[in-house]
């Protein structure tokens, strides 16, 4: 990763751009491959797991975002594809929800209760799953930040706790918004990537649980607000012989 953006998007515009890209979908694949690698052996291999994880194809964009905003996620990936010709992995549309990982481990421990003539899952060894499941993914998570250019964050009432809840500027409840923010804190920053430099443009009742919030660390983020894209839009229409990130870059240098 080289850069990371706090996007502000205050419009709903990019919704009209979900359906107009095909995403590609892996995850009845990579499932079925899970679904082999469970039942074939009676250790199994994390690495294994992450591999079916993990896309073969680089993005130059990957867009953290609430699992509540996977319209707007979609509309403006499709967007940037369209206009800047950048491509985005969105998580959820490749890997789909952990909980399919977690229900075929959970699947091999169910236990058959002889007077209920049902089959129970046996409490102790679903937590064990659901730490080794959180745990591939997370890898598998940091691992795609890595790979990517960017990260964009896409800062919305849905992925940041607003008002009255909020103890400080920066929380969320999501514990997977939290993982993907701390990685670009921490995470290496990478050289930035050499692009062709004749790069051509395209133009194509129960008692619930407390909530957990976390704290985000927003001040390594470069925010990009929606004056910033459309500027950006004009700006790659004027440069069409260099890369639409580079464009970026200088319409938003980092701050030091």
């Given at each position: 990763?080289?850069?990371?953006?706090?996007?502000?998007?205050?419009?709903?515009?990019?919704?009209?751009?979900?359906?107009?890209?095909?995403?590609?979908?892996?995850?009845?694949?990579?499932?079925?491959?899970?679904?082999?690698?469970?039942?074939?052996?009676?250790?199994?291999?994390?690495?294994?797991?992450?591999?079916?994880?993990?896309?073969?194809?680089?993005?130059?964009?990957?867009?953290?975002?609430?699992?509540?905003?996977?319209?707007?996620?979609?509309?403006?990936?499709?967007?940037?594809?369209?206009?800047?010709?950048?491509?985005?992995?969105?998580?959820?549309?490749?890997?789909?929800n952990i909980d399919e990982l977690q229900n075929e481990l959970n699947e091999l421990h169910l236990t058959y209760d002889g007077v209920t003539k049902k089959s129970y899952y046996d409490y102790?060894?679903?937590?064990?799953?659901?730490?080794?499941?959180?745990?591939?993914?997370?890898?598998?998570?940091?691992?795609?930040?890595?790979?990517?250019?960017?990260?964009?964050?896409?800062?919305?009432?849905?992925?940041?706790?607003?008002?009255?809840?909020?103890?400080?500027?920066?929380?969320?409840?999501?514990?997977?918004?939290?993982?993907?923010?701390?990685?670009?804190?921490?995470?290496?920053?990478?050289?930035?990537?050499?692009?062709?430099?004749?790069?051509?443009?395209?133009?194509?009742a129960i008692k619930q649980i407390p909530d957990i919030s976390c704290g985000l660390d927003l001040s390594g983020m470069t925010v990009l607000r929606e004056e910033d894209i459309f500027e950006?839009?004009?700006?790659?229409?004027?440069?069409?012989?260099?890369?639409?990130?580079?464009?970026?870059?200088?319409?938003?240098?980092?701050?030091?």
């Open positions: 990763m080289y850069r990371a953006f706090n996007v502000a998007l205050e419009s709903n515009k990019y919704l009209g751009y979900v359906n107009t890209r095909q995403y590609e979908n892996d995850k009845s694949i990579s499932l079925q491959k899970l679904q082999k690698i469970i039942n074939s052996r009676d250790i199994i291999q994390a690495w294994e797991i992450k591999k079916l994880l993990l896309p073969s194809k680089r993005y130059d964009i990957f867009i953290s975002h609430s699992h509540k905003d996977l319209e707007l996620a979609k509309g403006f990936a499709n967007y940037l594809y369209l206009f800047f010709n950048v491509t985005c992995f969105i998580d959820s549309l490749y890997w789909g102790e060894k679903t937590l064990q799953v659901a730490k080794h499941a959180d745990m591939i993914l997370a890898s598998a998570l940091t691992e795609m930040i890595d790979n990517c250019e960017c990260v964009f964050f896409l800062n919305t009432d849905s992925s940041v706790i607003r008002g009255t809840e909020a103890i400080s500027k920066n929380e969320t409840y999501s514990p997977w918004i939290y993982h993907e923010v701390f990685t670009t804190t921490i995470i290496q920053k990478k050289q930035r990537s050499k692009f062709n430099e004749s790069y051509q443009f395209r133009d194509n950006w839009k004009i700006k790659i229409n004027s440069n069409k012989d260099k890369h639409p990130l580079d464009v970026l870059y200088n319409l938003n240098p980092e701050r030091k």
